[in-house]
């Protein structure tokens, strides 16, 4: 159990049957009444972002996220294969539970399979993958005094915008939280 009065950002919590995780917290002393503290918390299952308010003295029971590094082995119509490397384990998950979390991930590639008591409820790719160019538009010259983007497609699917120089064939290092292009490599 942790008291309210000890919220720090990033800390995840149980509340209504549900896991937060604390974006964002403020302890506020008003000149009348007595102090709360006031937070932003993320649903971790959802994604969703609600606010509420907490006397210091409340009490909530800390959820425990254990992360496990697996290896993303293949997927299978609906469902997506992944490998504990030390146990040689294999689990299958579901679209519903992975959404568009691995389209910048190639098989064989190592992930993070996030679980609250045994239940997987999300995927964390690696922050950054190098992935080649499969199929984009030559660049016109002349044209980079902009900045300007094209679209490209990499070797997973998933389509990046990237400087005109980059051409097909090339290995480009992507940001895997935001999708876009870092650098060639």
């Known amino acids: 159990m942790i008291s309210a009065g ?30 709360f503290v006031r937070t932003k918390l993320k649903n971790i299952k959802s994604g969703g972002v609600v606010e509420k308010t907490f006397r210091p003295t409340e009490k909530c029971p800390q959820a425990r996220i254990d992360r496990k590094d697996m290896q993303y082995l293949y997927s299978d119509g609906d469902l997506y294969n992944f490998m504990d490397v030390e146990t040689y384990d294999q689990i299958a998950l579901n679209q519903e539970t992975i959404g568009d979390t691995l389209k910048f991930v190639k098989e064989n590639e190592m992930v993070k399979v996030c679980s609250h008591n045994g239940n997987v409820f999300a995927i964390e790719p690696p922050l950054f993958v190098e992935l080649a160019i499969t199929e984009t538009e030559p660049g016109f010259k002349g044209d980079t005094a902009t900045g300007a983007t094209k679209p490209a497609t990499v070797e997973t699917g998933a389509t990046v915008l990237v400087p005109l120089f980059v051409d097909i064939g090339d ?15």
């Open 6 to 35: 000890d919220f720090r950002n990033g800390i995840t919590i149980e509340l209504d049957n549900n896991i937060f995780q604390i974006i964002e917290f403020q302890h506020v002393k008003p000149g009348k009444g007595a102090a």
């Open 171 to 185: 290995v480009i290092k992507i940001d895997t939280r935001t999708g876009e292009y870092l650098s060639r490599v």
